[in-house]
């Protein structure tokens, strides 16, 4: 089990740009991918992006595509998710999680293992 704590969520407007940070309590060796998911209110958790701690590997969900990028910190045992040109629909809670293996659907919630509080991103439009 690792310990998440996400930062860097708040108000702004469309268009506008914000960076979420995901510290982890432990290096980074311990888990294997990291990604971000986000849930709004009414609907399911949903896959933003995900990375894996070696190689940096990265896959996004579709709807946030050229917009989103997610990288990692190994030294830091941070991940970042920087969010550009920001949409209505994309106000919700965005959680970071861990998984401790690399197998499984990197997109699904059920393959990770630790999961942070939750940080609000709300844009205005």
């Known amino acids: 089990q690792v310990d998440l704590v996400e930062s860097g969520g708040g108000l702004v407007q469309a268009g506008g740009s914000l960076r979420l940070s995901c510290a982890a309590s432990?290096?980074?060796?311990?888990?294997?991918?990291m990604a971000w998911f986000r849930q709004a209110p009414g609907k399911e958790r949903e896959f933003v992006a995900s990375?894996?701690?070696?190689?940096?590997?990265?896959i996004y969900a579709d709807s946030v595509k050229g917009r989103f990028t997610i990288s990692r910190d190994n030294g830091m045992n941070t991940v970042f998710l920087q969010m550009n040109a920001l949409k209505a629909v994309d106000t919700a809670v965005y959680y970071c999680?861990?998984?401790?293996?690399?197998?499984?659907?990197?997109?699904?919630?059920?393959?990770?293992?630790?999961w942070g509080p939750g940080t609000q991103v709300t844009v205005s439009s």
């Open positions: 432990q290096h980074a060796s311990l888990s294997s991918i």
């Open positions: 990375i894996a701690w070696s190689d940096s590997h990265a």
């Open positions: 999680a861990a998984a401790n293996s690399y197998q499984g659907d990197w997109r699904s919630p059920s393959s990770f293992d630790s």
